[in-house]
């Protein structure tokens, strides 16, 4: 009796074992396909799983999502069929390590009058390699480091453009800044000191050398020039209007400009030489006006100032 009812119980559970079956395939319009290719790949590289599911009307199929391709990566997901009778996807996925890898199973849901029901689909094996070849792997070496190449002139040209643009461009903002600080007065304009009288009157007696004024002809015009010259060279020294005076006037005050005798005899002489040559119409000699601007020089040489130098002289 109690064999009996073993055997009973186990046909019993048989029985709904595979009523539970039937259930699950009846809930599906068909069996759900899948393709996998290529099986074997090299690391990284592109693997197309096509998973196509048919379909009732009414029913709704869920995919699998992608966590359930871990450790395998989704790239893409494309739509290859989207009709009443059938759902068609590609997933396009990558694996990141090598050796003989075991896909997961894929859920698939199918969704009608309320009920749910999951199917499991094996997805397989994928054989994937390493880009490099373990045999070849003494041969990899480290990266070196950049080489330093010294620079070419086209390669420094926009600096040194760029340099001297800039350079040009903060000179003129400060000459602007400097003349417009001028302008309104915050800034005196720069005004160059006078040049000492008797560097100027030697200058002058040697551009009237170099003139030649008598050798060409022109004896009135350049003893007028050399009075001229020495007239102002005493005024500035002295100060005094010595060249508004005439030759007697410059007499009368010798003693504001010739102490000494024989300086005094020497500017006499050139000035009664230019009055006789200028109003005498007095033809005067070669050697008179050679002589007269000698003494000139001479004259200006004895009574300029003595100036100490600004660095003294190493002994």
Do not use: C
Request: hydrophobic content about 40%; proline content about 7%.
């Amino acid at each position: 009796m109690r064999r009996f009812l073993s055997s009973q119980f186990s046909v019993l559970s048989l029985v709904a074992f595979v009523s539970v079956l039937v259930v699950t395939k009846a809930s599906f319009a068909g069996d759900p396909q899948i393709d996998v290719k290529p099986r074997k790949v090299t690391v990284g590289d592109p693997i197309e799983l096509t998973l196509s599911v048919p379909i009732e009307s009414g029913e709704i199929v869920h995919f699998p999502v992608h966590e359930s391709f871990a450790p395998a990566e989704v790239v893409r997901i494309d739509t290859l069929d989207n009709t009443l009778s059938r759902r068609t996807f590609r997933y396009v996925i990558s694996l990141f390590e090598t050796g003989e890898i075991d896909l997961p199973d894929l859920p698939v849901v199918s969704v009608q009058d309320g009920v749910n029901d999951t199917i499991w689909i094996d997805a397989g094996q994928i054989e994937v390699t390493s880009v490099v070849d373990e045999a070849d792997t003494s041969s990899i070496r480290d990266i070196r480091p950049p080489v330093k190449l010294p620079w070419t002139f086209k390669e420094m040209l926009p600096y040194l453009i760029g340099g001297v643009v800039a350079l040009g461009l903060a000179i003129a903002a400060y000459l602007w800044w400097k003349k417009r600080r001028r302008d309104r007065g915050e800034v005196p304009e720069y005004v160059p000191p006078p040049i000492p009288p008797d560097v100027l009157a030697m200058r002058r007696l040697e551009e009237l050398r170099i003139k030649k004024l008598w050798q060409d002809g022109k004896p009135k015009e350049y003893h007028s020039e050399l009075t001229d010259i020495l007239k102002e060279y005493l005024g500035s020294s002295y100060d005094f209007n010595a060249p508004e005076m005439t030759t007697e006037e410059l007499v009368a005050v010798r003693g504001k400009w010739a102490r000494e005798e024989e300086l005094f005899s020497q500017m006499r002489r050139i000035l009664t030489v230019a009055d006789f040559v200028k109003f005498a119409k007095f033809n005067a000699q070669p050697h008179d006006h050679e002589k007269s601007l000698e003494m000139a020089f001479g004259f200006v040489e004895k009574t300029r100032p003595q100036r100490v130098p600004l660095i003294s002289e190493a002994k």
